[in-house]
């Protein structure tokens, strides 16, 4: 059964930056597609971004020049570099193999001068 354990979020000022990492097991990670997605408060799941096996990215449009997704198959992990965080990006993030439900806690991302 997958397992992921999302970490890095905190409390950043309007205009910061964060780096979210994701370390998964449970499945052949160098060969899987993984998401991040995020879920505000009151609000429904958002997908913002998933990198494929062979190192293709994809972002949610108002989010291109923001995000950066990588991997580190060696590591298992999965990684979201955020950048000029504003105060709608206040979320819980979360990581998952593309197409399925996020299967972690999430990491609380707070954006607030």
């Known amino acids: 059964e997958e397992q992921m354990v999302e970490s890095g979020g905190g409390l950043v000022q309007p205009g910061g930056s964060l780096n979210l990492s994701c370390v998964a097991s449970g499945f052949t990670f160098s060969t899987t597609a993984l998401s991040w997605l995020r879920q505000a408060p009151g609000k429904g799941q958002e997908w913002m971004s998933t990198i494929y096996a062979d190192g293709r990215r994809y972002y949610k449009d108002f989010m291109k020049g923001r995000l950066t997704i990588s991997r580190d198959n060696a590591k298992n992990t999965v990684y979201l570099q955020m950048d000029n965080l504003q105060p709608e990006d206040t979320a819980v993030y979360y990581c998952?193999?593309?197409?399925?439900?996020?299967r972690g806690q999430g990491t609380q991302v707070t954006v607030s001068a």
């Open positions: 998952a193999i593309a197409g399925r439900r996020p």
